[in-house]
Every structure is written in C-alpha cells, then in structure tokens.
Nanobody
C-alpha cells in the first residue's frame, strides 16, 4: 500500500513557474512508476508526465512538452513536477499517482494509488 500527498500548488500568473511535490509513504516506493494527472472542472484526468521506477523512461503529454519536467528521488520517496511557462489552460487540480507497472504508463486505468490533489491556478 502506498499513500500519496501532493503539495506545491498555488496561484501564479501566466509565464510563471511552480514545482509540485508528491510525498509517498508505505513500502516499495522505488518499485513504483509515477505520474501526474491534472483535472479541470468538467474534464477527465489526463496524463501530463510519467516516470518509470528507475527514472529510465519518461513520458509527457503533448501540451506540456518542453515546459514540464518530472523527476523523482527514490532515497526520499519523492516525485516532483517542475512546471514552467505556465498557461491559463494549465489550471487544474493536479493528482500524483503510483502504479506497479515498471515502465512509464499513461492512462488513468493503469494507476493503482492516488493522492488527494493540489490546486494550480494560472491567471492571464
């Protein structure tokens, strides 16, 4: 069992940056692949970034390529999402998720554990 807690959300103007963090507890963090999924009101969760358990594979959504960077520190049981050049359309609640899959996977259904989310608001 893995528990996930996101932090680092907030309000920022367009063009700004934020760094989200996901603290994990429970056993075996280093064996989980991780992902970040924003969800705006009335919309489905869609992957923006995922990272495999040894950081050998990363995947990004088309809308965030070149702007967002996912990373992890297995010694600290942490995963991060560095967001730059933020746009108003990035506004959403951002969820951290973990999967027992050994590669960076992209769909909601492939993830086993979820955090409660952290709100990101980007104003124009």
């Amino acid at each position: 069992q893995v528990q996930l807690v996101e932090s680092g959300g907030g309000s920022v103007q367009a063009g700004g940056s934020l760094r989200l963090s996901c603290t994990t507890s429970g056993r075996g963090f280093s064996s989980y692949s991780m992902g970040w999924f924003p969800q705006a009101p009335g919309k489905e969760r869609e992957l923006v970034a995922s990272i495999s358990f040894m950081s050998s594979s990363k995947k990004y959504g088309d809308s965030v390529q070149g702007r967002f960077t996912i990373s992890r520190d297995n010694a600290k049981n942490m995963v991060y999402l560095q967001m730059s050049s933020l746009k108003p359309e990035d506004t959403a609640t951002y969820y951290c998720a973990a999967t027992v899959a050994m590669v960076a996977v992209t769909t909601v259904e492939e993830y086993d554990y979820w955090g409660q989310g952290t709100q990101v608001t980007v104003s124009s």
